[in-house]
């Protein structure tokens, strides 16, 4: 059995504040060891269940977050950031399932730890196809496109709401409740790393896996801007791309990779 795990920052246990998750800052070189330490307790379970191979992808910011000294030696990992058409180096149709780990809620949640889609600066918030869609939803389709189903995604509270409301029988865990953008209440992360080894263990073993996600085309890709500048910026054929409003643009295509490269 082939897995893939991304594993984003701002749902790992211990992790509230911006401080924790941009390099540089004091609190990052802690935020990392929380972040390296979830992941191998993931891989853990992903082999005590059977794996033969295991794909991890430091999907925040750089893609350089984790401590390299203390990876499980079981796994193979992809740091380093990469375009949106190749988000999934390594990941085709002979993997079983992908677990996304440290995840968030999309941007314009509200009372979720950090919540934003793709970037807290570019924009507020997306839709695809007139429905609001965050990280979670946009990776299970590009996942998807292999033919790969999500399994399982831990997160925060509105993370794990929002996982189960995209994915059906898709299975979640929890490690914190978000109390607002920069507060929650914790669980601690030892905790939550025995808990995190059964419940992605549970996933994998069930008999009743979810199904790849898709979305059949074509695509209008929605992005309400933070500022009318940024919009401002963009460029407009009137027809795969079009400026709504002040803050709004619209782009469409019948593949929804290139969708996602014209627009990002
Ligand atoms: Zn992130």
Known sequence: MKFYVSVDMEGISGIALREQLVRGEPLYEEARRLLTLETNAVTEALLAAGATRVIVKDAHGSGFNFIPE???PGAEYVMGATRVENRFPGLDETFDGALLIGYHA???TSQAVRDHTMTSQGWQSLRLNGRPIGEIGLDALLIGL???PVLFVSGDDK???EAASELPGVVT???????GRHAALMKAPQRVREELRE?????VRSADRPKPLRLAGPYELTIRFLH?????ARRYDGVRAKRIDGLTASY???DLTALLAMAF
Request: charged share 20%; proline share 0%; glycine share 10%.
């Open 146 to 148: 292999r033919g790969v």
């Open 106 to 108: 999309m941007g314009g």
């Open 159 to 161: 993370t794990c709401a």
């Open 252 to 254: 469409v295509s019948d």
């Open 70 to 72: 203390l990876l499980h």
């Open 173 to 179: 865990y929890e490690t914190k409740a978000a109390l």
């Open 228 to 232: 009318t500048e940024q919009a401002d």
């Open 199 to 203: 419940a992605v263990s549970r996933a």
